[in-house]
């Protein structure tokens, strides 16, 4: 399958970056290997996670509290969102909303 990473979902990873980055130098560059890592697994594995919310597939990442949420349509996983697992269950439903 191919992937998309759509527009929200690469301001998360950007959000994701700045946050590590500015607990300890090269830490976010880190995240990001690991979350595109996590990102690329998904052209295989995509459509094989639980749905928790609507539509959205979700899989965790590996090695960060994050979550990847997706969609599969027409052979194409569109990442819709990449989120904190830390935060409130309200604000993140809040932000798939807008996935």
Known sequence: MKIQILD???????EGHHFYENREAGLGDYFLDNLYLDIDSLAIFGGLHSKPYRH??????KRFPFAIYYTVENAVVKVRAIVDCRRKPSWIRKHLRGA
Do not use: E, G, M, P
């Open 8 to 14: 929200l979902a690469k301001a998360d990873l950007i």
């Open 56 to 61: 959205f597939h979700r899989a965790l990442s």
